[in-house]
Structures are given as structure tokens and as C-alpha cells.
């Protein structure tokens, strides 16, 4: 296995503890309870417990790279400084990225983690970043996938409840080839019936698939996973083979919706050291600001060749369900 470089190293470790954090968090009477409304989302009281003591434990990973300029959902807006003096990195964490699963004990969430220049902060100056799976009560084990610009990336297993150091093989699953036949191709489409404009995406981009002969009928499935960075992951472990997530540019007048932002998609720089390709709706490689507010339209192709097959199809019924 890849030896994590330091700083990578450490914000691993700094996941580690937030799952730790969200994990005994998730059981405790109020877990599910809307407390606030975030930069960008609502707060339930397992993000607000998981993050308190967020600095705290910023210094006690992070503390040869301080000062460094924290961002996170229920922290100040404009970020807030650990550490003596002027930052040059920024340091952007989502503490539960998948609340919702988690808090119902449905589904794993994930700790997502990434440094980037702090004069220059987006998700393509991403230096390193870390995504920590947190399992739900009874899960047994986690996955750790970590990534350093241009030196790859590491995934690993972690075994539940934390015990230090036990951890189990990594296996990647094959998703060569352009065939989505007994694979997983998701729309994301969290609210039901949020979004009939969606809904007309999700069934003309599979007919197209389809007429191809890439997923006949009935033999391709879909999985709702209410976390980007569990997406992200499934796309990194082969689980998934194409993931669209166009909520902030198909939702219907008058009915908003909730869409993933950038600090949900701190994942892309180990997605694209492991090889999976994620571009905005125009097919070019995905970049943003890390912002906690502005909504970020994102696909991700399990790999290359998908891509280049794929992004013109998802382009041309994209601007048709626009147009209609």
C-alpha cells in the first residue's frame, strides 16, 4: 500500500477523529433534531456535536501546518484562523457529509477533508484531502481514501469501533469498459418529487444508453445515496459507474432544491488520482471556488474512455429537457 504522505497523513487522522465524534454522536437522544440552518444546509444536532471542539482537534493533527484558515459549515462564514499568524493554506472540512443517513442508522456518511493554497482556494488547487467513511451503528468496518496532488492516492479499511490500527485489504472493483449492464448509474434525485424536470433527465439519458445497447432495459439500477462524497467514494471503489448530479440547474420554478457545493466535493482530488473523471455539465474538468454557498453541478465517469463516450449524450439531453 501507498505509505500517506504527512499532510495527507494528517488530515486521515483528523477524519479518523470526526467519525469518531459523529459516530458516538449519532446515538445520543436528539441526533435527528434541525438545530440551524448552516452556510449552505440545514444543521441536525449530530453535525453540531460532531463539530464542536473543531479547532481543537485542528491543532492537535494539524499542528506542524498552522496557522491554517478554517472553513466549516457552522464555523464564521469568513473562516476562522488556528494558529498564530497569517495562513497560507486553507483548510476546508464537512465533519458529516450524509447526515441524513446517518441519523436514521441507514447508511454510512463521510468525513470529507481538503488543504488548498488560501490565496488561491478551489477545487482544483486541492494540495491534499482526505474522505473517511462513518459507518452507522452496527457497521463493522470503514473505508479511508486519501489523495496528494500528482502522488496519488491510498485507500484502506478501517475495522469498527476504532480500534487503533487494525485495518483490512482495500478492494477496487473493475468498471472497465462503456457497459452500465448490472451496474449502478444514479440521477441524483433526493426529494421525491421535487423536480419533474429531473425525472425527464433520468428517464431520456437512460432511453439514449439504451438505444446503444449500454443498459438494456431493466438490467441497470440506481442508488440514491444522499452524500456527494459517498458518491465520489463509490466511483473511486468501482461500486458506481456513472453519477449525475444536476439538482442546482433541473429543478422546476418555484421549487428549490438543495444542492451539493463545493466543500461536499473535496473528494475530487482522490477521485482523480485513483482515475475517475468528474467534469461539470459541459463535460470539461470540474472547478469552483471553495465556497460553503454556491451550488456546484458535477458528473463523475468511473473512467476515461466512459467519459469521452458519455459527455456528449449527457450534454445534448441536458439541453433538451432545458429547452422543453
Known amino acids: 500500500m501507498r505509505p500517506r504522505p504527512p499532510l495527507e497523513a494528517a488530515l486521515v487522522d483528523l477524519g479518523r477523529d470526526l467519525r469518531d465524534r459523529a459516530r458516538r454522536a449519532a446515538v445520543r437522544a436528539g441526533a435527528s433534531r434541525p438545530e440551524e440552518v448552516g452556510a449552505s444546509d440545514v444543521q441536525y444536532g449530530v453535525d453540531v456535536a460532531t463539530e464542536e471542539g473543531l479547532t481543537d482537534a485542528v491543532r492537535a493533527h494539524l499542528g506542524p501546518w498552522l496557522p491554517l484558515r478554517l472553513f466549516s459549515e457552522g464555523l464564521d462564514p469568513e473562516g476562522v484562523v488556528v494558529g498564530e499568524g497569517v495562513p497560507v493554506r486553507r483548510l476546508v472540512v464537512d465533519p458529516i457529509d450524509g447526515t441524513r443517513g446517518l441519523m436514521h442508522d ?89 423536480s419533474r424536470r429531473l425525472d425527464a433527465f433520468a428517464t431520456a439519458l437512460m432511453r439514449e444508453f439504451e438505444a446503444r445497447g449500454w443498459a438494456p432495459s431493466g438490467t441497470v439500477f440506481e442508488d440514491q445515496y444522499i452524500s456527494n462524497g459517498g458518491q465520489m467514494a463509490a466511483l473511486v471503489t468501482g461500486r458506481d459507474r ?5 439538482r442546482a440547474l433541473l429543478g422546476d420554478p ?6 451539493g457545493h463545493a466543500y461536499d466535493l473535496l473528494g475530487l482530488l482522490v477521485a482523480e488520482e485513483a482515475g475517475v473523471v468528474i467534469t461539470d455539465c459541459s463535460g470539461a474538468e470540474l472547478d469552483a471556488p471553495l465556497s460553503m454557498v454556491a451550488p456546484v453541478p458535477w458528473i463523475g465517469y468511473a473512467h476515461r474512455p466512459m467519459r469521452d463516450a458519455c459527455a456528449p449524450i449527457v450534454a445534448a439531453v441536458l439541453e433538451s429537457v432545458k429547452n422543453a
Do not use: C, N, Y
Not at 242 to 246: I, Q, R
Not at 254 to 259: K, Q, Y
Open 106 to 194: 441507514k447508511r454510512s456518511a463521510w468525513a470529507l477533508l481538503g488543504v488548498a493554497p488560501d490565496a488561491d482556494p478551489r477545487l482544483r488547487t486541492l494540495e491534499a484531502a482526505a474522505m473517511v467513511e462513518i459507518p452507522t451503528r452496527l457497521g463493522g468496518a470503514g473505508e479511508v481514501l486519501s489523495a496528494t496532488r500528482g502522488d496519488g492516492w491510498t485507500g484502506s479499511v478501517d475495522v469498527m469501533p476504532g480500534v487503533s490500527g487494525i485495518t483490512e485489504p482495500f478492494v477496487r472493483r473493475s468498471t472497465d469498459g462503456l457497459s452500465f449492464e448490472h451496474g449502478f448509474v444514479t440521477v441524483a434525485r433526493f426529494f421525491p418529487g421535487i
Open 242 to 246: 456513472l453519477v449525475v448530479d444536476l
Open 254 to 259: 418555484g421549487r428549490p432544491i438543495r444542492s
